[in-house]
């Protein structure tokens, strides 16, 4: 048991922080962020003693948390995309770092991509490789590149068109 | 203006991080682990009595028909199916091997886990009330050969009552359900589409 909980604590040293961006991306929530990579987590534990592919194992995380993520939609009526400017009204009284309004600003810009979308580009802003990220999405290698080239587009539309407000 | 790169800049400067370790996840896996483990054993502890003060009142009791015992049996039979029907969902519930497949099979599988569940409650609902009213029925023709005649419509009444009662509760259980169902199995539709 202690053998696996020092794996497990130096699993989640190694991906926790990827995980997190991921389920905050795929969200656009700091709270549901933390419930969806806490599950992700427990759902690693429970499987940890059916891995035996270490080499893989960044790849097995992730397609864990997608599925969280994914079943987190099913069963949460929380709705993701918040109104932006709700949300630029709301923060501009308090005194936040700029540089963190503008990473707040493109969770929340992300969260207005589709679900798959929001998914991709988390992967692709944290540099998992497109070999992965399509192992992981169960997307074809040819089939991602050009989702991807779409998806940046999208993102860069939307963060510019609200940077305006 | 900012281009991609900017953007990824921006996404690699960040100090967003989560705000737990592996010795909280591990807490609320010992946790969750013995909150559902005692929510399964108070209900296993009160089916457990439920079979016993059944069995108890069927060794005791001195019934004139048969009918009587036919009730008690059926009675016993609803706690131990009740019972079965808990532990094998606490063992659909702990298997986690569908979380490792590709996202389309798994929004494939939510979506028949979903559909089976919602038949699964409805019928095993429907059947499992039919049996506890039909007990009921059953017994009450006991009570009518021993008890006074205001007993007896009270068994009948309250018989009669119980019918009615699950019967609206279906309906409105069923029409819940329903909708639920109806919108999560449009939403991973189109969650579905998006990895084709």
Known sequence: MAKKEVLFGEIFKTNSKKIYHLCYGYTGDE??????????????????????????????????????????????????????????????REEISEKNEQVEKLYKCIAQLEENERLIITMVLDEIPYPEIAEISGVSEGNLRVKIHRIKHKLTEIYNRYERF | MKDFDALKDLWNGQTNGPKMDHEDILRDVRKSRSSIAGRLLTESLAMLAGVLIFGWIWLEGSFLLWTTHLSIAILIGCCIYYLTVQLTDYRRFSSGEHILQKPDAYISYLQKYQSERYSFNTRNYKIYSIFIGLAMALFAIELYYI??????????????????????????????????????????????????
Not at chain 1, 56 to 64: A, G, L
Not at chain 2, 155 to 175: D, E, N, P, Q, V
Request: proline share 2%; with cysteine; glycine share 4%.
């Open chain 1, 31 to 92: 709270a549901a962020a933390h419930d969806l990579m806490q599950e992700t987590f427990m759902k690693v534990w429970q499987n940890l003693d059916g891995f035996r592919n270490q080499a893989m194992i960044s790849t097995w995380i992730y397609r864990i948390a997608v599925n969280t993520c994914l079943s987190w939609l099913r069963v949460e009526k929380r709705q993701a995309k918040d109104p932006l400017t709700d949300y630029i009204i709301e923060n501009s």
């Open chain 2, 147 to 196: 008890s006074p005649i205001w007993q007896s419509i009270l068994g009948l009444a309250f018989t009669t009552g119980w019918f009615i009662m699950c019967w609206r509760l279906m309906i409105t259980y069923r029409k819940r359900e329903q909708e639920r169902l109806k919108e999560m199995i449009t939403k991973l539709e189109g969650i579905k589409k998006q990895f084709d």
